[in-house]
């Protein structure tokens, strides 16, 4: 059972993930992190570059893949939320004597 401070922490944290998700526009993904969500998405035109000499050629004469990631606003909201309820929660809860 988790005692009356990790919930305190658990709470204050998402309090601040959801502060920093409502103050960031987007973010922009690195390139192995970009071909990793095409890997998972099933999108091989990227991040197929293979060993061959096409591969080599569009790894040098096309730019870098990068996504551009905008969470919506609500995502924020909810974190924020969620984790006043939890570090409220946390408050009310009795001492450990």
């Given amino acids: 059972m988790l005692s009356r401070n990790r919930y305190f922490m658990i709470g204050v944290l998402l309090v601040m993930f959801g502060l920093q998700f409502r103050l960031i526009q987007s973010f922009v993904l690195n390139e192995p992190a970009t ?5 998972l998405n099933k999108d091989a035109s990227v991040a197929s570059n293979g060993p061959d ?3 080599f050629i569009q790894e040098v004469a096309v730019p870098r893949p990068t996504k551009k990631v905008e969470p919506p606003r609500w995502v924020g909201l909810a974190l924020v939320a969620f984790g006043a309820v939890i570090t409220l929660h ?3 809860m009795p001492k450990r004597e």
């Fill in 35 to 39: 071909r990793t969500l095409m890997k």
């Fill in 90 to 92: 946390a408050v009310a």
């Fill in 53 to 55: 000499l096409a591969g």
